[in-house]
């Protein structure tokens, strides 16, 4: 006789779990690692120092509000404190909406190579999540919404998106609002919204301010150097956040987390320079790599999507890997993402590129010889 065993709900079983960029290399080198798009200058001093003088009163529970943090945040953007919510890296957030927004039998949309987090949350919930196609790794507002149904109740739009650094420009995010009906939540996730440098880009905050179903979601762990920490925040309609604060956990952001976290904000100067070394590099590699016979998507994040061809495998995007890994360097396989045929790599420091750009050159002899 068999027993009946716990069944976890519909959905999860079908979830392939997440797997984080590579860190290690065989044969003891070193590694180079520009796999999870980390920054290369670290986080601010001042936030290393916050974060340490907090270790001192781990005994005691965090504010469960992250009253401080929620203050830090609204000065510094012009913002409502009580609409902002703080959480375990933007990943949480991302999972919370979903929790409290898609159930059994609702519809969750997103593009063709968005966020792996995204189909991970909508599944756990069990949602169906559905795949817009992208226009040239771009994502289309009317490719999204030929395929909103009755339905659909949350959009999950990266700008600018991973892995492929591309971004929707502000009228068309705007024009996406504006269509979709009003009962379906757009999530605007700007992780990567710091970096960019474009006159028709906006992360986000405008709409949330001037709509009642836009939220924005943030995160410490990019440029702000705090990715061990997972701190995350996002910028909500007073009932949304309302929605985020019954259902999170009460103690979801620790508290030398939260420390860290105001003094990162608050260093504007070390903001700007993880800005600048990001603008230098990341337009120096683009301008390198395609002088080696590569097409690289052009990108607007810390990071850029290098293709390989499809069909010669020394060539390819599994051997430019493996040529890296015997190098030291780690990149990001992004088959997963639906790019089996592209790495992508993080903008580092200056010796990191030079030594990435070297390497590529080194392969492409090789695979040509």
């Not at 009755?150 to 502000?170: C, D, I, Q």
């Not at 700007?272 to 603008?279: F, K, R």
């Amino acid at each position: 006789m068999t027993a009946n065993l716990p069944t976890p709900r519909p959905g999860v079983l079908d979830i392939e779990a997440y797997v984080p960029g590579e860190s290690s290399v065989p044969g003891g080198l070193k590694p180079i690692k520009l796999s999870s798009n980390e920054t290369p200058l670290g986080p601010s001093p001042k936030a290393a120092a916050a974060y340490k003088a907090a270790g001192q009163e781990i005994e005691r529970y965090p504010d469960g509000g992250a009253t401080v943090l929620r203050k830090a945040l609204a000065n510094a953007y012009g913002l409502n404190a009580d609409r902002i919510v703080c959480g375990a890296g933007s990943d949480e957030l991302l999972s919370l909406l979903a929790r409290a927004y898609l159930g059994v039998g609702d519809e969750g949309l997103y593009t063709a190579h968005g966020f792996l987090v995204y189909p991970i949350a909508i599944l756990a919930c069990g949602a169906k999540p559905v795949v817009a196609p992208e226009i040239n790794y771009r994502a289309d507002v009317d490719e999204l919404l030929k395929r909103v149904t009755p339905r659909t109740k949350v959009v999950f739009l990266a700008n600018p998106n991973n892995p492929t650094g591309t971004y929707m420009p502000f009228q068309e995010v705007r024009r996406l609002r504006e269509k979709l009906p009003s009962n379906v939540l757009l999530v605007i996730d700007a992780a990567y919204g710091e970096y960019v440098r474009r006159n028709d880009y906006e992360m986000g905050l405008e709409l949330v301010a001037t709509t009642e179903n836009t939220v924005m979601t943030r995160t410490f762990s990019k440029i702000h150097g705090l990715a061990s920490l997972r701190l995350g925040w996002c910028y909500c309609p007073a009932a949304i956040a309302d929605v985020l604060n019954r259902i999170r956990g009460p103690f979801n952001v620790s508290g030398p987390a939260i420390a860290a976290g105001v003094a990162a904000i608050e260093d504007r100067a070390h903001v700007e320079t993880s800005v600048a070394h990001n603008e230098r590099w990341l337009e120096w590699l683009q301008a390198e790599i395609p002088k080696l016979g590569l097409e690289v998507t052009p990108s607007v994040g810390n990071f850029i999507l290098i293709h390989f061809p499809k069909d010669d495998a020394k060539r390819g995007a599994v051997a430019a890997d493996a040529f890296l890994k015997s190098r030291g360097i780690i990149v990001r396989r992004v088959k997963a993402y639906g790019l089996p045929d592209a790495l992508r790599m993080t903008v580092g420091t200056e010796s990191d590129n030079r030594a990435v750009v070297a390497a590529l050159a080194d392969f492409q002899k090789q695979a040509k010889g």
